[in-house]
C-alpha cells in the first residue's frame, strides 16, 4: 500500500478521492452504512480485496451493536490468513450503488496492529454484476449501468 505524504494531491470524483502520492495512490470512498444506525465512513478501494472490511473500533465509536455476529470467516491477506466476523447491514451505499441486507466483515485493525486513516476496505464483492472502470490517467471512477442484455459470464468474455 503507498504511504500518504503529508501534502497529498487529492482529486475528488464523485464521492471518491485518489489521494496521489508519486505515481501511486489509495482511492478514499465514502460509503453509507445503514443498520441499528446509519453513518457515513471513509474507506479504501482495494481492487485486490474480494471482500469488503469494516475496522471493528470504527463501528464500536459509532454506536454499532457487534456484540451478535452471524458467522465467521477466514480470509487470506498479504500478511497471512485471518478471521474476521460476519454482520448484515441493512444497506451499503456508494458511487449511487446500493446494496441491500448485505454482509459486513468485521476485523479489528489497531488489536493487530494495523493503524490507519480510513475506516475499512471496500472489496469487489461491492461491486458483483457491476461495470466500472477505474481511470488513473484522468483521475475519475465511472460506474456504467448495469444492462438486462449482457450476462455476468458474456461481460468477462468481452
Known sequence: ??????????????????????????ILVTVEMEGNVSRQF?????TG???SCFDRDTLIIENYNL??????????????????EVFEA????????TR??????????LAHGITSSY?????????????FCIDMRDNTISVLPSSPFFSRQSDLSQ
Open 1 to 26: 500500500m503507498a504511504s500518504i505524504r503529508n501534502d497529498p494531491k487529492i482529486y475528488t470524483t464523485g464521492s471518491a478521492s485518489i489521494i496521489a502520492n508519486g505515481n501511486f495512490g489509495i
Open 42 to 46: 471513509q474507506m479504501a478501494l482495494d
Open 49 to 51: 480485496s474480494s471482500s
Open 67 to 84: 456484540d451478535n455476529p452471524i458467522g465467521k470467516v477466514k480470509a487470506e491477506t498479504a500478511n497471512g490468513i485471518i478471521e474476521m
Open 90 to 97: 441493512e444497506t451499503l451505499s456508494a458511487f449511487g450503488i
Open 100 to 109: 441491500h441486507n448485505v454482509h459486513i466483515y468485521v476485523y479489528d485493525f
Open 119 to 131: 475506516q475499512g476496505v471496500l472489496g469487489l464483492d461491492f461491486f458483483e454484476n457491476t461495470k
